[in-house]
Each structure stands twice: as structure tokens, then as C-alpha cells.
């Protein structure tokens, strides 16, 4: 485990990486809404957006926090180091299947 100081510059990352990835889930809501608002889809697809965007959102929280702010977030807070060095980024929208509809 690292230094306090190393462990708020890692929880400033991971939370700064946080609301940058809840953004742009937010960002696929605010789509289906201006759909819907413009006559294009029904409330039902809305419902289905804001669902995915639930589940989405979850696994995002659980990457970010779900290890508590010890030596975990040093953990995910090197991920996404590496991941930036890499150029790679995670479609957390991509990563949730959509729901089976019955």
C-alpha cells in the first residue's frame, strides 16, 4: 500500500475516471429522451435506455469502488494508468448486453 498521499492522488483519479464514464452513460439517456421528445421512440424504449443505464452504471461503481479505497483504488487507479498508456478505453454502455426480452 502506498503513501496517503499516493492513495488521494489514486482515489482523485478513479474519481475523476468515474464521473468522466457516468457522463457519458448520462449521455445515451439524454439521447433516448430527445428521441422520445421528437416523436421517434415510445416510453418503453426510454425505460429500456434508463435500465441499461442502471445496469451500466453498476458495473462501472463496482470497477471503481467495490474494493473499498484502500489498496484496491491503487489497483484500479494503475488499470487506469495502463489503459491510457495503452490508448484503450472501456464502453461500459458496450459491456452490458441488453436485456432479454421475453
Not at 3 to 21: G, I, N, P
Not at 35 to 60: C, F, I, N, P
Request: charged share 30%.
Amino acid at each position: 500500500m502506498g503513501t496517503k498521499a499516493e492513495r488521494q492522488v489514486a482515489r482523485a483519479l478513479v474519481a475523476a475516471y468515474h464521473e468522466a464514464r457516468l457522463a457519458d452513460l448520462i449521455e445515451h439517456v439524454a439521447e433516448e429522451l430527445d428521441r422520445y421528445r421528437a416523436g421517434q421512440v415510445d416510453a418503453y424504449a426510454v425505460d429500456e435506455t434508463v435500465h441499461h443505464y442502471h445496469r451500466a452504471s453498476q458495473e462501472l461503481w463496482k470497477f471503481c469502488w467495490s474494493g473499498g479505497l484502500g489498496a484496491n483504488i491503487e489497483i484500479v487507479a494503475r488499470t487506469l494508468e495502463q489503459l491510457a498508456e495503452d490508448g484503450q478505453t472501456v464502453d461500459w454502455w458496450e459491456r452490458i448486453p441488453p436485456r432479454k426480452t421475453q
